[in-house]
């Protein structure tokens, strides 16, 4: 049965059943197999530096200067985006 928009209620049920499932198999090692639990919970707990990743993306880009002067480009596209997304949305 799909409810609200893009079926929501069977994708959000979907996800519900998956994390069951998941959260089931880790209970099950960890009742069944303590060392083996222990071994994923090591290598699932590793630290991982997201720094030089996250400093790439943390840099400053001036788009203004693109931006401005084709502002009423940009407000036109944007209403058009937002048309079309509410149409399809709609059809769905």
Not at 40 to 53: E, F, L, N
Request: glycine share 14%; proline share 3%.
């Amino acid at each position: 049965m799909t409810t609200g928009l893009l079926g929501v209620g069977s994708s959000l049920q979907f996800g519900g059943y998956t994390l069951l499932a998941v959260f089931g198999v880790i209970g099950l090692t960890a009742l069944l197999s303590p060392q083996t639990f222990g071994r994923i919970a090591t290598c699932g707990g590793r630290w991982i530096d997201s720094r030089p990743i996250l400093e790439a993306l943390d840099k400053r880009y001036d788009i203004d200067r693109f931006v401005l002067p084709h502002s009423r480009l940009l407000g036109v596209a944007l209403i058009i985006a937002v048309g079309v997304l509410a149409f399809v949305l709609s059809h769905v």
